[in-house]
């Protein structure tokens, strides 16, 4: 038997940017896989914590998220080929106090719960084509 190797620095991953610009369906729903490199999968056996750091917003001057409708939330597939997807955690609107826009930010810390995992960000309640910029990264600590 012989012992998995553990890592003494964390991981970071940095997650695919959106396109140019990536736009929420007719209802105004949306579902953006994360992906690495273009790959969905992150090995993550050798690691006992992940810290996600997400940030989703409207590019365009003049468009607001409406806080009250909108919602955000994080999705996670693990060591499954029957694309089940279990939700992770609510990502919460941030409203700046001097600006009429508004964002979604959240920084999530969860366990890990499988040898490989893939993960994507799930949303409604936007405007009908809202145009958003998504932007996601990923710490695995030992």
Same mark, same amino acid.
């Given at each position: 038997m012989s012992a998995t190797h553990r890592p003494t620095e964390p991981l970071q991953v940095v997650f695919d940017p959106t396109p140019e610009i +990536? #736009?929420?369906? @007719?209802?105004?729903?949306? #579902? +953006?896989?994360l992906l690495a490199g273009g790959s969905p999968v992150v090995e993550t056996q050798a690691y006992d914590e992940v810290r996600f750091l997400i940030s989703l917003w409207h590019p365009a001057t003049g468009r607001a998220v409406d806080?009250?409708?909108?919602?955000?939330? =994080? &999705?996670? /597939? +693990?060591?499954? /080929?029957?694309? *089940? %997807?279990?939700? =992770? /955690?609510e !990502?919460?609107? $941030?409203?700046?106090?001097?600006?009429?826009?508004? @964002?979604?930010?959240? %920084? !999530? $810390? =969860?366990?890990?719960? @499988? $040898?490989r995992s893939s993960y994507q960000i799930v949303g409604g309640g +936007? *405007? @009908?084509? /809202?145009? =958003? &910029? !998504?932007? #996601?990264? #990923?710490?695995? $600590?030992?």
């Open positions: +990536f #736009a929420t369906d @007719s209802t105004g729903g949306f #579902a +953006f896989p806080p009250d409708r909108a919602y955000v939330e =994080l &999705q996670g /597939a +693990f060591d499954t /080929a029957d694309g *089940h %997807w279990a939700r =992770l /955690a !990502i919460e609107p $941030v409203v700046p106090p001097y600006d009429p826009g508004a @964002s979604f930010d959240g %920084w !999530i $810390v =969860l366990p890990v719960f @499988s $040898v +936007f *405007h @009908s084509r /809202a145009r =958003l &910029q !998504i932007r #996601a990264s #990923a710490y695995l $600590v030992a």
